[in-house]
């Protein structure tokens, strides 16, 4: 099979490898030796549309495809693997919104997320279960305008210094369709962090532990027992924050009624 990239594959495909170049390659064993975080160049990238590369366009996205996001995350990490990643973990997490999050919340979050202005961090593994995504433990149960997360989040980049979590917990029966996902604001109270691991490299970006024993977090909750039997919603999002929240979404009677939701339906 004869295959080539075409001339936009190849014009994307080398912004990013002339941006990593120039802004990331000289930078990158300073950055892992102290330890840097540099936002400052990811929202350089973000100029150039590496911040929502397959995001929507109507919220600021580049509306490319993940062909694409795979053109530009392999040319960054000739600059730096750990700073690639990191845009990529942003990229994964801020479509999940973009995806399945109502208009509201794509509204909301998006515009600023596509500029790197807020980062996104994605919250999936555990110490139990790590690879094996669906066996994961995290328990998220609804107790009146709270929710309480009971378990631990491991290895998540950016933990600490973002500004959402995208975090997947159990609110449902064992297996992949008892899994919900929340999106936690940075600042919500009840958010605790681990030490920045120590890693052999891979230190241009700060990776935590959140969260070990039971929080309750404040604000929206909501909750998703879309089949009504008690075996959880598949996989939804909801917001929480540390605010208050009012009823939204669309197709999300549960949740409107339960006057505090904003989540909408997705898989993983
Ligand atoms: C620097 C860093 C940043 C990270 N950032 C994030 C992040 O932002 N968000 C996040 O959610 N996670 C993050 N992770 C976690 C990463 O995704 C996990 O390390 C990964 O999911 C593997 O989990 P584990 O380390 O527990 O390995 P394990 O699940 O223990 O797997 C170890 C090895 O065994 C193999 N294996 C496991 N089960 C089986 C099986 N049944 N049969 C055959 N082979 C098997 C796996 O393929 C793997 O090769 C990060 C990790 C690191 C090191």
Known sequence: MHFALNEDQIAVRDMAREFAAEKIAPHAVRWDEEKHFPVDVMREAAKLGMGGVYIRDDVGGSALTRFDAALIFEALAQGCPTVSAFISIHNMASWMIDAYGNDTQRQKWLPKLCTMELLASYCLTEPGSGSDAAALRTRAVRDGDHYVLNGQKQFISGAGKGDLYVVMVRTGADGPGGISTLVIEGD????????????????????????????????????????????????????????????????CDHAVRDGQALWHRCRL
């Open 188 to 251: 919500t109270p009840g958010l605790s962090f681990g030490a920045n691991e120590r890693k052999m490299g891979w230190n241009a970006q700060p990776t935590r532990a959140f969260w070990k024993a039971a929080r309750r977090i404040p604000g929206a909750a909501v909750s998703s027992r879309r089949h009504g039997d008690g075996t959880g919603g598949g996989a939804d999002v909801c917001v929480a924050r540390g605010g208050s929240a009012r009823p939204q979404g669309r197709g």
